[in-house]
């Protein structure tokens, strides 16, 4: 893994959750922490300088390939998450991340997903040493 | 509007609710009747020959312009839904849609959508006289 | 409908577009603009005083009757809209709101809802003279 | 674990992709997976006489508490899906499963989940030995 700077490899994304989030028992539903999980990555790359849809529009993807969660205390409607991701591994192949979501001072769940590059039709590829987006992520791995 | 075929004016899907469809109340969403909808208008494209991955796959998008409903009784998890489509008008460049939603032999909702016809890249197209699916459409208009 | 303040009737409500909110055509699904209006109205009742989750701990619910929305332009993951909400009619029994959905300065769509009070158990319900969110509302009807 | 009659301990759920569960790529978005698990999970509690909306009316509920998935091929809209689940574990206070699910003859997904037995306050509860869904599960732990 790169020599990246400490503020490179953390990023924290605040957000409200939706009343829609929440299921039929009242919390929200499992399967909508991974959309917060997302949105984090997304602030995330947009703070290092690379949103999302820079990254696509050039043909580069990141699939989630695999993901997992720990849920510890229910969220509800309308309560506010802290989403800290931090940076777990990266390569010019793949990258990794796991977060830890807060609510209200407690601890929510605590989560892991990993990911590859592709390219717009869905083929892994490897980044380039030149990548902008490897330059950002560090050449010292 | 062109003089269709009777069987091609409706179409029935049926529709298992999902638990995620409901929302705190333990009540389908109000939002998630709108994807049903859209179900209900795959199916009636796929059994007049026309999937809309193909009519996709050729530059021809329906985005909805307007949509509305009337929630008239709740459904629930695990329930299973008719969607009842039928054509209320057609052109070469829009068609449009209403809906009756029964579950367990209630009236769960009316619905109605209108849609344009649009390419790849959000631009507003007229089908063709000889295009297939307005073919299919009719063009005794 | 009675005399509100101005500023009770209406409310502005700024959300970020989720990447899960847009469907495969890369822009955001037509049924996610009704959870958009939905947070819009629960910023308001918290902004009036009345936050949802207190109305419903007390069995005071308001789900949806009929809305409508018409779609203007479309709108992509990571942007910020605008819900601007206006209150239309309010009743002791029912409350109507229309809404302006803004992107980056352009108009992206315009919206409608109508409501019922229902208690727990999903019977309508009017709201006494003495009720607290009927006193905000006002009752110079 | 109890001694299981085999078919208690797996089950085929098959389900047609919505185009709403399609993400910006056109493919089916990560955390839908998890919203079709749970489909299998009803549909096996309902197989084996015991459907969710009963336990949860007599105050049993099974969230999930933890979950994971590996992502292999990707699924499109109107594409259908076949989740095997199969227990992997079970006692008087929690359960786990594993899944498969395929799509048109390949492996897309291998995922987990386990689940804690709560009350509807959702603290954590013990099945009685003589809890009717306990009786079915087996008691020959």
Redesign the interface.
């Known amino acids: 893994m790169p020599a990246l700077a400490p503020d490179v490899r953390t990023h924290v994304e605040t957000l409200?959750v939706?009343?829609?989030d929440?299921?039929?028992?009242?919390?929200v539903?499992?399967?909508?922490y991974?959309?917060w999980l997302?949105?984090a990555r997304?602030g995330w790359l947009?703070a290092i300088g690379h949103?999302?849809?820079a990254l696509t529009r050039r043909g580069l993807?990141m699939?989630?390939?695999?993901?997992?969660?720990?849920?510890l205390a229910?969220v509800?409607?309308?309560e506010c998450v802290d989403v800290r991701l931090t940076l777990t591994a990266v390569s010019r192949a793949r990258v990794a991340f796991k977060y830890a979501v807060r609510c209200g001072g407690r601890l929510a769940a605590t989560a892991a997903t990993a990911h590859a590059y592709v390219n717009a039709a869905?083929r892994p590829m490897r980044l380039t040493r030149g990548d902008p987006f490897w330059q950002t992520l560090g050449t010292a791995a």
Chains 1, 2, 3, 4 share one sequence.
Not at 22 to 27: C, E, L, R, S, W
């Open positions: 409200r939706r009343y829609s929440a299921d039929a028992q009242g919390i539903h499992h399967s909508n991974f959309r997302e949105e997304l947009a949103p999302y849809a993807f699939p989630v390939t695999t993901c997992s969660c720990r849920f229910p509800r409607a309308e869905g």
